[in-house]
């Protein structure tokens, strides 16, 4: 699993915590933050049954979920490493900031739209290329301020 990915996981749960805040446990924190695919599930499944998941909640877990581009289904039953975990962590903040998701496939499109390479918007961003690769692909998250830097120069 990526960061990206585990980050989507946090961010939704983050979702579901700002609509119904008593209706999660601790324990629904942990469990979700170190086996998020399974514990998502299950917990999205009890936020139905306890009818606290309106039409609008519903559409915003589905364009969250619209971010996961990669999926191993061994890989969901398996505890995340801890690394990973402050990624989720990271996600559900975000959600109950109100932040809406960082898109680094859009950001990734319009620099390839623009015939951009990914060492020509690292050297316009003052960063490294193997930063660019790395957070496009989903194995690093970029900081809201980068995010933000890039889709003004690619007109995001």
């Known amino acids: ?33 170190m086996s998020p695919t399974t514990e998502t599930a299950r917990i ?21 979920f619209s971010q996961i581009t990669e999926f191993d289904e061994q890989d969901a039953h398996r505890m995340q490493p801890v690394e990973l975990q402050s990624s989720w962590q990271r996600g559900y903040y975000a959600a109950l900031a109100g932040t809406p998701l960082n898109s680094w496939g859009d950001i990734s499109a319009a620099r390839k739209a623009k015939g951009m390479s990914q060492a020509q918007l690292a050297d316009s961003l003052g960063v490294t290329q193997a930063y660019i690769s790395a957070v496009e692909n989903g194995t690093r998250n970029a900081s809201d301020e980068m995010t933000a830097k890039a889709k003004a120069l690619l007109g995001v």
């Open 1 to 33: 699993m990526t960061h990206a990915t585990i980050f989507v996981y946090g961010y939704i749960f983050g979702i579901l915590k700002n609509a119904a805040p008593d209706s999660l446990t601790a324990n629904d924190f942990e469990r979700c933050a």
């Open 44 to 64: 999205i499944t009890k936020m139905h049954n306890l009818r606290k998941i309106t039409p609008d909640i519903d559409r915003k877990i589905a364009a969250a």
